[in-house]
């Protein structure tokens, strides 16, 4: 008997046409819980890093968290991991919504996908029942019209979708895959989906998800929602309305956007509007919202409704949620009436939100600056927003410049040459990142952009507050009934944390490098439960004193399945996931030179800080200097399998020193997004 | 005749939908407090109350499970209101052979939603957090057997159709048998 999982996935050969039900071994459950945990382990074992993005031998998988299915509030994510085209690395994105519990009650814990189809097809889950669908008659439909289609005509109104738009058939570096009201987004993944001629998969389930200790977990639930009541009534303080109670950021339901507007960069990631947030702008995005705004809407048995249903007038309906309402208009020096409107096409095509404006206005500063010409942009509008949809077609069908486009600022740059370079200045690792900017390095923010393998900052962020509050007096408020921290320790470094007009206790040195690194630990392990566990960041890893934490998940893992958990367990299961996705990329090739924030994301750098703070934190997570996972740590998590192969292939030397910075392996490609 | 009247509470939900996020929330709850042990396991296919929910025409109904019928309707309904087209059998109740809301979904057994007999409110309701589900108690008097006045409408039209002889005849053997 299988508890909280079903034990089973579902393996399809789409080269060879072949589905196969495949019973997992429950000791992996023990290792590396589920969802992205076991995705690594799957990762590791079947993708040699020879493997690229669009080859038949990159595997796709679509995983339910562990906890999905059952009663766990908030416990909806599905984690698509795969290559992707813009980083070359393992990408992994979240989706949430209604998909990951679905597969659960179909009987699955993850659907993995390898080869390629010769023709498009989809795919349907129905229990037992998985076919392999013709879906030619689905050829370029948009994402939210492929997934009504679907339903339609499988006569399944309860069937949960996930499809690509025409992003993703056209191999657009930066697709996303849509379902429902959610994405998962970054990392271009849409586009391996597209490659493997894959354009949705269906599922539909009615089967039953058993949980070990019911009395024990139902406790446990009631705890977290008499807390998830609490914090909805108990804001954070000093925190921008978005973020200030639980959930992902309330971008639906809160008006005010001061801080994105006012202290994110507009156009291609350059110009600080502090003045820009008024009134008068205020009022009239309200009223934009409002008239648009249908309802707010939750994700699978999760009471919150951080998205919503937006009409835009005389356009289809579409879905919305967070930070997705901002990117258009500030990439385009928009409103907000623009972004809700581009935003539906974006959506229907299956586009990133972070990568896409950020494309568009890099080449219209290219063209801004006579790198780019008239003549790269036929019959192009000249106002900013018709520009914007002008790009968003020429990239997404793949035509003229758009085609450059279409791999990403980083490539195209590379591409087009002629000092484009200068003006691609906010990737990281080859992708698109969150349009900030500031003044002095923050050490915190440093190793999250460095080192995150999402390549995402608010895919590692959370836990810490983003800046020191007003006083100390309202610092050691916030403090009093911190419980979720893992050591009371780093109450004090809150304490302590000064404002610069109060005390030297500010950036860049301080937090100290070795308090940085605990806190970017903490941040970082907190995403790691939720990936595994198919869990919301909204009530954990995203939100300063969430309901679920590293103190009561273990107990929750316990009553779910059965297994013995406690926080030193999990700990050392996040880290043995957290080290196996960095070694899965140190395959790869990736080091320490790519462990980069944004060129520009400060004003001023700080060289010998940033060395001593990726230093302390490679020391930290058991990586050598190189940031390649060490053979006694790798020994520790009981990952040995992973340092024989790093041996074999001459990227860990037998001997404890590690290898020298930049050493080229041969057999091993040196890590390189292209030109 | 002395009719005894024995009191009851009667549990109303309120569906406000309107006030629905679509979350299914009580789809879980219900499907899992109904698992024997409780809450070992969750399936909102056994659930008996369902969310019909379709975002982009903005339609979140809830409906609850009710009575099992053996044969299905004659015919069909579709309701269109404020604009938007529920489906067909959208309000219905019943758990029926033209359909396979409101069945155990392995063995066909029919569920019927009944309000949490054994908790202080039913449980869809204690955990909708939107409260588009909010619970009334209103207490009910039932008068045993029914209501003798209806009783004699019932009679008066059995005469009407075949006669006082013959309706006489049928309650003299029917209490002779009893």
Request: with cysteine; glycine share 8%.
């Amino acid at each position: 008997m299988r508890y909280a999982e079903t034990g089973f996935n579902l393996e399809i050969d789409l080269s060879r046409g072949n589905i196969e039900q495949v019973a997992t071994d429950p000791k992996e459950t023990e290792l590396y819980l589920g969802g992205l945990g076991t995705n690594a382990k799957v990762f590791w074992d079947r993708v040699p890093p020879e493997v690229d993005a669009f080859s038949p031998d990159n595997i796709l998988i679509f995983s339910a968290g562990l906890l999905c299915g059952t009663p766990a509030t908030g416990a909806n994510r599905t984690i698509v991991t795969t290559i992707s085209p813009l980083t070359k690395l393992m990408g992994f994105s979240i989706m949430g919504s209604y998909w990951a519990p679905e597969l659960k009650y179909a009987g699955y814990d993850k659907v993995i996908i390898r080869g390629k189809s010769p023709d498009l097809v989809y795919l349907w889950i129905h229990n037992d029942k998985v076919e392999i669908r013709d879906a030619s008659h689905l050829k370029g439909k948009g994402a939210i019209e492929t997934q009504i289609l679907i339903k339609q005509e499988l006569n399944e109104p309860k069937a949960q979708v996930a499809a690509i738009g025409l992003a993703g058939e056209n191999r657009v570096y930066f697709a996303s895959i849509e379902h429902d009201a959610a994405s998962a987004a970054r990392g271009g993944l849409g586009a391996v989906m597209g490659d493997k001629k894959l354009k949705a998969i269906a599922v539909r389930g009615t089967k039953d998800i058993y949980i070990a200790r019911p009395a024990e977990f139902m406790e446990l639930l009631k705890e977290v929602w008499e807390y998830m009541k609490f914090r909805l009534a108990n804001p954070i303080p000093e925190t921008p309305p978005i973020n200030e109670r639980l959930g992902i950021p309330q971008e639906m339901s809160v008006h005010d956007e001061k801080f994105h507007a006012n202290y994110g960069s507009w156009g291609n990631s350059r110009k600080i509007r502090l003045d820009f947030w008024t009134p008068e702008v205020e009022k009239e995005w309200k009223e934009t919202l409002e008239s648009m705004r249908t309802r707010l809407i939750s994700c699978y048995n999760c009471p919150l409704h951080c998205k919503a249903t937006i009409s835009p007038p005389g356009l289809p309906p579409y879905m919305m949620k967070c930070y997705s309402k901002m990117t258009y208009a500030m990439a385009a020096y928009s409103t907000l009436d623009f972004n809700l409107k581009i935003a539906q096409r974006a959506f229907e095509y299956g586009v990133d939100s972070i990568s896409t404006p950020q494309v568009i206005a890099f080449a219209l500063e290219l063209l801004e600056f006579g790198v780019l010409t008239d003549s790269d942009f036929p019959g192009m509008p000249t106002d900013s927003e018709g520009r914007f949809y002008y790009l968003l077609d020429k990239i997404v069908q793949r035509e003229g410049i758009g085609d450059v486009l279409a791999d990403g600022s980083y490539l195209a740059a590379r591409k087009i040459g002629k000092g484009a370079e200068m003006f691609e200045h906010n990737t990281i690792k080859g992708q698109e990142q969150v349009n900030a900017k500031a003044l002095t390095l923050d050490p915190l923010y440093f190793l999250m952009f460095a080192t995150g393998e999402k390549v995402q900052i608010t895919q590692i962020q959370g836990q810490f507050p983003q800046q020191p509050f007003r006083s100390r007096k309202v610092r050691e408020e916030f403090v009093k009934d911190w419980f979720q921290v893992p050591d009371e320790k780093f109450k004090q470094y809150f304490v302590d944390w000064q404002r610069h007009r109060e005390g030297p206790n500010n950036n860049p040195y301080y937090p100290t490098a070795k308090m940085s690194c605990e806190l970017v630990d903490w941040m970082e392990r907190m995403h790691y439960v939720d990936d595994s566990l198919g869990m919301c960041g909204g009530l954990s890893s995203w939100n300063q004193k969430p309901p679920y934490h590293l103190h009561n998940f273990p107990k929750f893992i316990s009553a779910a399945t059965g297994i013995d958990m406690d926080t030193d367990n999990l700990v050392q299961i996040t880290r043995r996931i957290r080290t196996l996705i960095r070694a899965i990329n140190v395959r790869r090739g990736l080091r320490r030179k790519d462990d980069k924030p944004p060129q520009d994301n400060w004003l001023n750098r700080m060289p010998e800080l940033e060395d001593e703070l990726l230093d302390e934190y490679y020391k930290l997570k058991g990586w050598n200097k190189d940031s390649i996972p060490t053979k006694e740590s790798l020994h520790e998590l009981g990952l040995d399998y992973v340092s024989q192969d790093l041996i074999a292939r001459g990227i860990l030397t037998d001997s404890e020193d590690p290898s020298p910075k930049g050493t080229s392996v041969e057999g091993v490609k040196n890590y390189s997004r292209g030109t | 005749m002395e009719v005894k009247k024995k009191k009851k509470i009667v549990k109303i939900i309120k569906v406000n939908a309107d006030k629905c996020n679509g979350c299914r929330v009580c789809e879980m709850i219900c499907s899992a407090s109904h698992a024997e042990p409780k809450y070992s396991r969750t399936n909102p296919s056994r659930a008996r109350i369902r969310v019909i929910r379709d975002p982009l025409t903005d339609m979140f109904l809830p409906v609850f499970a009710g009575e099992y019928t053996v044969a299905e309707c004659a015919g069909r309904n579709k309701y269109t209101i404020n604009g938007k087209e529920y489906g067909e059998c959208a309000f219905c109740r019943a758990s029926c052979p033209s359909r396979e809301e409101f069945k155990e979904p392995d063995s066909g057994i029919p569920l019927k939603c009944d309000r949490c007999e054994a908790e202080e409110e039913p449980l869809c309701v204690k955990w909708c957090y939107a409260d588009a589900l909010t619970c009334e108690e209103r207490e009910g008097e039932t008068e045993e057997g029914g209501k003798p006045e209806e009783m004699e409408t019932g009679l008066e039209s059995m005469a009407a159709k075949y006669g006082m002889e013959k309706v006489l005849d049928a309650v003299a053997r029917m209490s002779n048998k009893g």
